[in-house]
């Protein structure tokens, strides 16, 4: 049976012609073949994919706990991504911005006459009241439809109050996803925040995490094992993030990447710029987390820091043993399916395997060729004109600051040995005959889970209850269903657990009343047989 | 938390801080997912719908579809007729639904897409209906979006015969479908045939049967939405949400309105109640009378928890003012009153609520916002607050007993189940406001004051 073509042939001849490009069953021919991504989505397709100024405020920006970013458009949007992503945040000072929603609230004289003149009053008001070190300025599609000039505005708050004031052209209707507002706040980051501190690092070991925006407390998790054996972290991009720490970036080490979709620009950047190397990392699933930190360790190549982190491993993994055990029993056998995100469905298929899932079908919301079919694809990708409309930023190397850890040798020599600079991408690791959607649609879900029928669906809020409807136990990953942390070793278990708790509540024996003897169900109810 | 939110209030002319409101389309969607078979068709760039398909969600707990016509930057240029086009088509292929209710987004009113002329111009399947309604952002609330999505069906199909066929319709209002069912169990009582406009009950509130159905029994019935123009007359529930489609079918068809408040408390329900028995000319049932009776008593029992205590009420505008009413029945003080969404009429309203009481020293606030409430909040306090989820910081920093109420509620299950609205309703917000008042003084009351029967 090949489930893409029984999908696929459901769609008239343009809809086919398009999605087929993006839907690849896994076998030794097709693991070689490039898969569409990144591309427009279809109109009038059911599609989960956000915008631009989604994935620039949304995501990157939203997580500062000590910037005042400011939305520059009417209400809608500013207010949907207030306290709607899970950026939990504890700041120094006790002043969180994160728990307001800053909006010009623009009215249709504004539209008329443009915007500028309620924008630079609503800063002038936000300065008052709320003093920021830094406001964020983010515009929506009518803004950039009226021209409203948000960097000559951002430029002259500089001038006028003397902090820091950046400006994001992030209208919805740039690029085909979240993807390029990701893009446009990593440009910004660079050129305007990272490089400008002076605080110099304390210990010997320094990094940054890249793409951790501590959803349900993740990046703590993470913390947590990384300070026990012994690093510095200078920043965090960006959960539990501030302007502050992100200042100096430029000082550490290494950056370390988790989300590479959301956020290899900046590491690229950085390696150019500061000399700053960066690997890929993943610390969700045991196993990737054990690889991640040996990888780490390798890399600064201290024989106290390797024992260091064989000690922290051993001792994390003692302590979870007989809740991994257990857990196992529960899960072993099941299939899942993954929708999320532009590197999560990667990542959590590790996580699954750890406890006996076997992920029958993963796919990307906004994902770049290169998150599917690994990092030596870009020379490869083709420029179009949504994606040459967000700015590529050129960087040099800085003189003064620039610093590089290893010598050239070392590096090419580690370079065999470590994912420096390099992320093999998903289908590499799948199984044959297992299924990758890229930008996996409405229509779509409801077929493949017929055909495939697996145990649980890991996807996002707007199709959750859809899949839960139809007899298959559906958990968010984009929020946890407000559970977490996930990652790291006590995150493994914080995981299980709670699919656990998912797959084996009793209302779902419950769901066909005792006076229907026939039942209707579709899919094979989670909880129990088919 | 709210750390940065000071007692001392400022003139803000721009800055809208932690807003009471939201933009229109994502009530165009909620009025169109309450007509049967009906595919709700985002006009603009993708992010807007994704975000209103997440925020009902997260309301409801149910799956809230809708398509998008995708805008890119090209689209934003030259227009998105060719996407609009291309969407229509996809959807009927691919989806199937009866009808399509395309509303626009603030991208696709700024660059000025004329729906009307692209609608005319398509190729639709037959007996396949498209409609639309224009809904910018940057002008009302959700609460807009709403009405103007009514007023797009009523304006594309709602047809007159000349002849009536001896119904009555009921604009419900923005309420959920828990409401919509108890208005429904109410007209029934009253012997009054109806036809509910929008009607999201069995639409946002399906069972669980294992079996996914993109398109559930509920809804509105397409001809019936014809037929609104043969009806007797309307019942237009929520004076500010519901008298604009309930204006435009007078002027279309010549039906006649009555608009009512939001049956919310006693009183209001009374006035619905009253209107339904002029046209059946029946007699109001015991079931009705007995369930009056038993809120009216309940109310009796438990005035001392309740009298004189203030309150700050926020949300959408209908809502508030029934819950304002409401309070005040119940001998509490509507200290705060306050809606994001613009429009002088809600002060107007409120004030002469406040006057019908002879209670003063209250403010009533349109196009206000949590950050304004918060601060008045903190100037002089309030006993209870009741809103929607977005006052859970205050009541929790300010420590202040609080009740969800209103769209949206999006920390909780089950809410959307259950009416506020009728006798039923009242019974239940009574139920939760004094739950509220008496946990906290059974958790914070000293130990010799603890008390087993209250």
């Known amino acids: 049976m090949n489930v893409r073509n029984i999908v696929l042939d459901k769609y008239g001849a343009k809809v086919y012609k398009n999605r087929k490009e993006h839907i690849i069953e896994i076998n030794e021919e097709t693991k070689q073949q490039p898969i569409a991504a990144n591309t427009r989505s279809i109109p009038g397709i059911m599609t989960n994919r956000g915008c631009c100024y989604a994935g620039c405020k949304g995501v990157v920006l939203g997580p500062l706990k000590d910037v005042l970013v400011l939305t520059h458009g009417p209400i809608g949007c500013g207010f949907y991504s207030w306290g709607t992503r899970r950026n939990k945040a504890k700041p120094q000072d006790g ?97 305007k925040v990272i490089g400008t501190g002076d ?113 922290v491993i051993a001792d994390e993994l003692a302590n979870i043993a007989e809740e991994k055990e257990y857990y196992y029993s529960k899960l072993k056998g099941k299939t899942a399916a993954i929708y999320v995100g532009g590197s999560r469905s990667h990542h959590y298929q590790n996580l699954l395997a750890d406890f006996g899932v076997k992920t029958v079908l993963a796919g990307y919301e906004f994902a770049h060729r290169d998150d599917y079919e690994g990092r030596e694809v870009i020379p490869t990708i083709k420029e179009d004109a949504d994606s040459k409309n967000i700015e590529h930023l050129e960087v040099t190397k800085d003189e003064q600051k ?100 998912g797959l084996y509540t009793p209302a779902w024996g419950l769901v066909t009343p005792p006076w229907k003897n026939k039942s209707t169900l579709k899919a094979k109810l989670v909880g129990g047989e088919e | 938390m709210l750390n940065l939110t000071k007692k001392e209030i400022s003139e803000r002319s721009a800055l809208r801080v932690n807003p009471c409101k939201t933009c229109q389309p994502v009530g165009a969607i909620y009025a169109a ?38 805008f890119t930057e090209g689209a934003s240029v030259f227009g998105g007729g060719s996407n609009l086009r291309t969407g229509v088509k996809n959807v009927f292929d691919i989806y199937n639904p009866d009808i399509i209710a395309v509303h626009t987004t603030c991208l696709s009113e700024t660059i000025g897409d004329d729906l009307n002329a692209y609608i005319q111009e398509m190729d639709v399947p037959e007996g396949k209906l498209v409609i639309h309604a224009n809904t910018p952002s940057y002008v009302g609330s959700h609460i807009f979006g709403f009405y103007n999505m009514m007023a797009g069906f009523i304006n594309y199909l709602s047809k007159s015969t000349g002849k009536s066929n001896g119904k009555t319709a009921i604009f419900p209002g ?78 279309k068809c010549k039906v006649p309105y009555t608009l009512l408040p939001l049956p919310i408390g006693i009183e209001a329900t009374d006035r619905f109640v009253m209107e339904l028995a002029q046209l059946s000319n029946e007699e109001v049932p015991y079931e009705l009378e007995e369930e009056r009776g038993q809120l009216v008593d309940i109310m009796l029992d438990a005035h001392a928890y309740f009298y004189n205590k203030t309150v700050a009420i926020f949300g959408d505008p209908d809502t508030v003012l029934g819950l304002t009413r409401m309070v005040l029945e119940m001998g509490m003080i509507p200290k705060y009153v306050l ?116």
């Open chain 1, 95 to 191: 002043r969180n911005f994160i728990e307001y929603c800053f909006s010009t609230d623009l009215q249709e004289s504004d539209i008329v006459f443009g915007g500028e003149k309620k924008l630079r009053q609503a800063i002038k008001e936000a300065i008052e009241i709320f003093n920021p070190k830094c406001i964020m300025i983010c515009s929506t599609c009518p803004v950039g439809l009226i021209g409203d000039d948000i960097h000559a505005v951002a430029a002259e708050t500089e001038r006028e109050y003397g902090i820091s004031c950046m400006a994001f052209s992030c209208e919805g209707y740039k690029g085909v996803s979240q993807s390029g507002g990701h893009h446009i706040a990593n440009n910004t980051l660079m050129k």
């Open chain 1, 402 to 501: 620039y610093h590089a850890y290893l010598t050239e040798e070392q590096y090419e020599e580690l370079k065999t040995k470590i994912p420096l600079e390099q992320y093999g991408g998903m289908i590499k690791t799948m199984d044959d005959n297992s299924i990758v959607v890229d930008d996996l649609n409405h229509f779509e879900t409801e077929e493949f889970v017929k055909l495939l029928k697996p145990d649980m669906f890991f996807s996002g809020i707007k199709d959750k209850y859809v899949l839960q409807k139809a007899g298959v136990y559906s958990k968010q990953l984009h929020s946890y269903d407000y559970s977490g942390p996930y990652a790291g070793f006590n995150g493994a278990i914080n995981f299980a657990r709670d699919v656990t708790m």
């Open chain 2, 33 to 70: 997912l309450g007509v049967h078979k009906c595919m709700p068709h985002s006009h603009g760039s993708q992010g807007c719908v994704s975000y209103h398909r997440t925020f009902l969600t997260r309301h409801f707990k149910e799956p809230a579809i809708a398509s998008t016509s995708s």
């Open chain 2, 174 to 251: 923005f309420v959920n479908p828990g409401d919509i069912k108890e208005l429904k169990k109410i007209a029934n009582y009253m012997k009054v045939p109806f036809t509910m406009f929008p009607d999201q009950s069995g639409v946002m509130d399906v069972p669980m049967t294992g079996d996914y159905s993109m398109y559930p029994k509920g809804g509105t019935r397409i001809p019936e939405i014809v037929g609104l123009g043969d009806c007797k007359m309307v019942l237009a529930l929520g004076e500010l949400t519901s008298e604009e489609p309930a204006s435009l079918l007078e002027r």
């Open chain 1, 199 to 311: 605080a110099e690092p304390t210990k010997k070991f320094t990094i940054n995490i890249l793409g951790e925006y501590n959803i349900g407390g993740d990046g703590w998790e993470v913390e947590r094992i990384l300070k026990r054996i012994g690093y510095e972290i200078i920043t965090i991009f960006t959960g539990n993030g501030s302007y502050e720490t992100m200042k100096n970036a430029h000082m550490a080490n290494l950056n370390i990447v988790q989300c590479h979709r959301s956020i290899n620009y900046i590491a690229e950047m950085m390696k150019t710029k500061y000399g700053v190397d960066w690997i890929k990392v993943n610390f969700i699933g045991l196993d990737a987390i054990k690889q991640s930190l040996r990888d780490m360790a390798t890399y600064f190549g201290d024989k106290e820091l390797m024992e260091r982190t064989e000690a």
């Open chain 2, 339 to 454: 809606t994001g969404t613009p429009g002088d009429n809600f002060v107007r309203l409120a004030e002469k609520i406040f006057e019908q009481y002879g209670v003063e020293g209250c403010t009533a606030k349109a196009a206000g916002d949590l950050f304004e409430l918060h601060q008045w909040i903190k100037n002089e306090k309030v006993d209870l607050m009741i809103g929607t989820s977005y006052g859970k910081s205050i009541a929790r920093v300010e420590d202040i007993p609080f009740v969800r109420v209103g769209f949206p509620i999006l920390d909780r299950y089950a809410h959307s189940y259950f009416p506020i609205v009728g006798y039923k309703g009242a019974l239940r917000l009574v139920e939760k406001i004094s739950e509220a008042l008496m946990e906290r003084q059974d958790r914070t009351c000293s130990d010799e004051d603890f008390e087993m029967v209250m």
